[in-house]
């Protein structure tokens, strides 16, 4: 079995981030990494929306990441230091819309060590230094500058390492221009490491140490550093020179300190906590991240609590020595891993958990301006395949627009018989003075030049001049306009029979016909021109589609006017034709855009979508690609998103064709079927569509370009831990369970509690004071969603059932269970032993009173439940204890595979609890998944990997027959066939073990050790053992592996997901001849387009395990972005041409997936 790897859905979650103006056009953007990609993003200051611009996969773990500018400079640098064991210094050019490697120097060995650099970054203010560091003892120095020609230039490493030495944090600590100095909360282990007794480790104190680089030098000191009171977590560097005081801010347990060099004292403030505060008071309070904003007058931070509460922290200060601390409670949002606030007035917080953010910030709070990311690790997420369609406006019939000024001015609406001409203002109403004809159906119609409009109807084409003059063409003899194609300066008609008139506008704005007319020998059934392109007077081509089967690309050069120059064979009738231009770049301030190819999409009246590749110069046509995206014929129409010209093609359900970040995306809408449409634009939807959906008139806009899935998500009260679907309602099961968490029962009284202490603690005179501020804890209901669940401490939980139906997300019943009863599985089963056979009982895993570590339990429980026959509500029949953690539920051939703790079991049904039928103890540690087919049971252990057991009925045991030869952390696992599972570990590996075919099930237990010697197993493990044939590492937690079909009529694939939010799939090969090209694309990919970060692309792959039948999709597909010299160099090694590759890459994605 040979598999490719492909990535559908990038990962949500955000590690860091971090803000600048990256492509020098003065625009204010955002660099986050997202565990093993970069990620640029712009937000728009006028929408509010977040436009990605450029993903990049590093295929390496991102540790840090810093921004940095050199003194002078007009753009920002990322600096990344990833587990490559090099510090890479990466500028974006946007021309290529790339990021580019502008220097990578190396250090130490690869992977996340605890003493290799690369863990905590250090920027100098000033852009002269960075500092890399190691979680112990190496820190390196790099000092940067400019050569002769202005390029970055990076120096050798200077060392400032110390033995025995925890860092915690470090930061550049901004002094103006004197020697870069930085700040490491460091601490020594050194005394604690040798003393015996194991005192000194209650006695080793946290120091805050700096480090200054000497320029004139060129080495590193140890300058000054002194022992801290509380233990530090991070620090926050002060703005410095000319801008304030410099310094740092220590953020401790309860305390944020200001620290200084010379004869500054130490500025002490506590942090402020919530009154009535629900947490546990043991538990100190810090802040977890921090985001500054300076201007040239003032500056300010922004630190986050890891409640959520945001404060903003100024400094007071008396001729540059710092006098007071002053924090102001600003606003509360969700815990973030990176707060950046942005010169446009933005707040960007990439959350730890679900969704991030783009606040707005007035002088008192933030203003939600839009959602950026989709994952939400708090509810239930109902996917559908395709892009997002955000529905803005219902009303009428169909659609044309004309653009006059920036936005469009005008709605056309034909019926069969007459013109409706509405306008766009605050209101969209009919007009009559537009200069149309409003008697008669318009076929098209378009602004031409810069102030008139164009209408092609059935008897002529009306040309409407700026000062409402109207000239006329009007059809010869009997002949009608059956079809049309213009621009804003061509108009190209045919009439019945196949004659073809051209029009073209001359420079007074005149519209003339040429001379010559052309005959085609078929009916013309549809046609096409591309927009003009910039700085040219005309489009060179015009394509037609004739009743012949044939496409034929005609010139409209004046040199050969109307002359065929390429023709192309159909297999069935052209429907709809659209010529546009795809895969240019926008240029840089003093730089043109640069031009993309021109490509013919061809849609057939049998529902298949061609897309062919025009060229520019001779208009032959190569290169073409095929889709079926209907039963209906597939209508074409242009319209523009972000920038750039995209194809809508409609057939029984709607597509959106388009370029985005160096690849071709072909994706349907999530929306209702839709029948004619066009480009709209105005200042509340400057890159909209209005179209028709089933005689009503519509406007729709289109987010999330480059998404493959689209998403409803469905709040809900804890973590969702696990859920089954109910087969003939398709309503969902779901369990949530939070640790750290209180029931509702227990929040009320714990209210009730803290408010009866206060009467208590009150003397006579503030009774009635204590009285009002009970009343008012009791009445308080914070919001959960807005201000964070209150922390209850370790070993508490909450946990409920919930029946939801999916679609609308109405929840139709819920169970809630007691506090500190945490629910950990559920599965539905049909029990053999009762009369209705057909009946679903709900079986749900509980444990009372869980500590995780060391991991202790009271009790567990199963809970089973009758299930109503639509699934609407849940029955209790009876309640069985068990001693460990029932972890993994199973229905099994009429009974139920239970795995509590280490102990799988055998259970049936019985009138008062459920009754245990058999029992295996030779699983070694802990169960997390057991799956079932005929007589086999795979069982997951937590730490070694996978057992494979058969059951035998008539000696009622489970006899381990298989195990695998190397240790796995499972988290999940899926069955394949009969003798396949793929499992997946929490370090990042899936992995696909078969069962040979010499393997024999049919074994038996040797409880009197007669056997021989050499068929007891190895290691007192399983005497047969499983062969692994695929081995890969994502690089992220597994969390599911599910066989399933992505797309009508399309191949099973293996589906993942992983813990940051990426979706992926495994897909097989279906011929060696594929296999043998990607396998070979992969090799010259490694060699000629290595990592970003110099991570080593097959080192990665195999972290754990080496990569085995696996091939990166994701490298291959990074084909598209080498250059061009390198893609034809790369092809011919393969016997291929560019082209081919890019359709072969297509094809393999497009048959399992979008």
């Given amino acids: 079995m040979h598999l490719y790897n492909l990535t559908l859905q990038r990962a949500s979650g955000i590690t860091h981030a971090v803000h600048g103006n990256f492509s020098g056009t003065r625009s204010q953007e955002l660099v986050v990494s997202r565990g093993r990609s970069l990620e640029l993003l712009r937000p728009d200051p006028n929408t509010g929306k977040v436009h990605t611009i450029l993903t990049t996969d590093i295929f390496g773990v991102i ?68 500092m890399i560091g190691a979680v112990e003892k190496q820190k390196l120095v790099y000092i940067l500058n400019r050569d002769a020609a202005a390029r970055l230039t990076i120096s050798s490493p200077l060392e400032a390492h110390k033995s025995n030495t925890l860092v915690y944090h470090t930061v550049g600590v901004d002094v103006g221009f004197e020697n870069p100095l930085f700040a490491c909360l460091e ?20 120091t805050l140490t700096f480090y200054e680089l000497d320029l004139g030098l060129n080495h590193v000191v140890r300058k000054y550093h002194e022992p801290l009171e509380e233990h530090a977590n991070f620090l926050i560097s002060v703005p410095g020179g000319n801008d304030g005081p ?116 007035s002088s008192e709070c933030l203003y939600v301006w839009v959602f950026v990311s989709c994952i939400c690790m708090c509810g239930c997420v109902n996917v559908t395949c395709g892009v997002c369609v955000c529905d803005l406006c219902s009303g009428l019939i169909f659609a044309l627009v004309l653009p006059t000024d920036q936005y469009d001015s005008y709605i056309i609406v034909s019926f069969v018989n007459a013109t409706l001409v509405l306008s766009i203002g605050e209101t969209v109403e009919e007009v009559t003075d537009s200069g149309f004809l409003g008697t008669t159906p318009t076929l098209a119609c378009s602004q031409l030049g810069d102030d008139a409009l164009v209408q092609v109807y059935p008897d002529g084409i009306r040309h409407i001049r700026a000062d409402r003059r109207v000239n006329e063409w009007k059809a010869p003899g009997k002949k009608t306009i059956v079809r049309c194609a213009l621009n804003q300066r061509q108009v190209i008609i045919a009439l019945t029979g196949g004659e073809i008139v051209y029009f073209e506008m001359d420079p007074t704005g005149q519209l003339n016909e040429y001379t010559e007319r052309k005959e085609m020998k078929s009916d013309v059934i549809c046609m096409g021109v591309g927009r003009v392109p910039a700085g040219e007077q005309r489009s060179r081509f015009l394509a037609v589609g004739l009743s012949d089967n044939t496409v034929r690309i005609i010139s409209l050069d004046p040199n ?14 052209p429907e709809s034709l659209s010529i546009i231009e795809m895969g240019g770049q ?191 804890l009791l009445s308080e209901d914070l919001p959960d969603a807005v201000f964070g669940a209150p922390k209850a401490g370790p070993g508490m939980w909450a946990s409920l059932v919930r029946i939801i139906e999916p679609i609308q997300g109405n929840t139709l019943h819920m169970i809630r269970l007691d506090q500190n009863e945490a629910a950990f599985s559920i599965s539905l089963v049909k029990f053999a032993n009762q009369s ?55 229905s099994y051939n009429g009974r139920v595979l239970i795995g509590v703790g280490r102990l799988l079991r055998i259970y049936d049904l019985g009138k008062k609890k459920l009754l245990r039928k058999c ?44 195990d695998d030869t190397n240790q796995r952390w499972v988290t999940t696992s899926c069955l394949l066939d009969f003798d396949t599972a793929a499992v997946a570990d929490k370090f990042g590996n899936i992995a696909v073990v078969r069962l040979g075919g010499d393997i024999n099930d049919d074994v038996d237990e040797d409880p009197t050790g007669n056997k021989a010697l050499w068929d007891r197993g190895l290691l007192n493990g399983a005497s047969q053992k499983a062969e692994v044939i695929a081995n890969f590492h994502v690089g992220e937690t597994v969390n599911t592996l599910e066989k399933a079909t992505l797309i009508p009529g399309g191949s099973e694939s293996l589906v993942y997901t992983t813990l940051s939010g990426t979706v ?74 560019p082209n081919e590759l890019s359709k072969r890459l297509e094809d393999i994605r497009t048959r399992y997936a979008f």
């Fill in 187 to 206: 601490i020594d282990y050194e005394e604690a490491d040798t003393d015996p007794t194991g005192e000194a480790v209650h006695r080793t104190q946290q």
């Fill in 63 to 130: 540790r840090s990441l810093m921004s940095f500018r050199l003194t002078g400079g007009n753009k920002d640098y990322v600096v990344v230091g990833s587990d490559s064991g090099r510090i890479t210094i990466l500028e974006y050019n946007q021309a290529k819309n790339q990021f580019e490697r502008i220097h990578m120097e190396t250090f130490g060995k690869s992977g996340c060590r605890r003493i290799v650099p690369g863990q905590y970054l250090a920027i100098d203010p000033k852009g002269r230094a960075v």
């Fill in 836 to 890: 209705d056979m057909d009946q679903q009982y709900l079986l749900v895993g509980t444990v009372k009173d869980y500590q995780l570590s060391p991991r202790q339990v009271e009790c567990g429980y199963i809970y089973c439940y009758k299930v109503a026959s639509d699934c609407t509500s849940l029955e209790l029949l009876h309640r069985t204890e068990v001693e460990d953690i029932p972890t993994a539920i199973c």
């Fill in 560 to 573: 050969d006017c109307l002359t065929v120059r390429g023709m192309q064979a159909l297999p069935a009738l």
């Fill in 586 to 776: 926008e240029g840089s301030e003093n730089e043109p855009r640069t031009m993309g190819a021109l490509y013919l999409n061809i849609g057939l009246q049998n529902g298949v979508l061609l897309r062919t590749v025009l060229d520019s110069v001779t208009g032959d046509m190569s290169d073409t690609r095929t889709r079926y995206l209907g039963s209906r014929p597939v209508k074409l129409f242009r319209i523009i998103m972000q920038g750039n010209e995209s194809v809508l093609a409609m057939s029984s359900r709607s597509w959106l064709s388009y370029y985005y970040q160096n690849r071709f995306h072909l994706t349907p809408l999530s929306y209702e079927s839709l029948e004619y449409a066009a480009g709209f634009s105005s200042e509340q939807c400057p890159e909209g569509i209005v179209a028709i959906s089933t005689n009503t008139l519509r406007i729709l806009a289109l987010e999330k370009l480059g998404a493959v899935f689209n998403q409803v998500s469905h709040s809900l009260e804890y973590t969702p831990r696990k859920f089954v679907i109910h087969p003939e309602s398709g309503h969902l099961v779901v369990i949530e369970t939070d640790h750290n968490a209180y029931t509702d029962d227990t929040k009320r009284q714990r209210k009730m509690q803290m408010a009866e202490e206060l009467r208590e603690a009150a003397g006579e005179e503030e009774a009635e004071v204590a009285e009002r501020m009970a009343e008012a």
């Fill in 919 to 962: 029992e295996n103890k030779h699983i070694p540690n802990l169960i997390v998944d057991i799956k079932a087919r005929g007589q086999r049971v795979f069982v997951s252990d937590v730490q070694e990997s996978l057992f494979v057991l058969r059951y035998k009925r008539h000696e009622n045991q489970l006899i381990i027959f298989v």
């Fill in 1064 to 1137: 992926g799939v495994l897909v097989p090969f279906t011929s060696r001849e594929d296999h043998e090209l990607f396998q070979n694309l992969e090799m010259h990919m490694r060699s000629e387009h290595p990592p970003l970060c110099g991570r080593d692309h097959l080192s990665f792959r195999s972290y754990f395990f080496p990569v085995k039948n696996v091939i990166d999709g994701d490298l291959c597909e990074q084909f598209n972005m080498v250059d061009p010299a390198k893609q034809r160099s790369i092809s011919e090694d393969l016997d291929k041409t």
């Fill in 246 to 361: 410099s310094g740092v801010l220590v953020c401790s347990e309860n305390y944020i300190t200001y620290k200084n060099l010379g004869d500054q004292p130490d500025i002490r403030c506590p942090i402020p906590r919530r009154r009535n505060d629900l947490d546990d008071p043991e538990r100190g309070m810090i802040f977890i991240c921090a985001a500054t904003h300076k201007t040239r007058s003032m500056f300010f931070f922004l630190a986050q609590t890891e409640q959520g509460d945001i404060f903003k922290i100024t400094l007071e200060t008396d001729e540059d020595v710092v006098t007071e601390i002053k924090l102001k409670y600003f606003d509360t949002v969700p815990p973030a891993t990176a707060m950046c606030v942005l010169k446009t007035g933005f707040l960007f917080v990439a959350s730890e958990f679900g969704n991030h953010y783009l606040y707005q910030v």
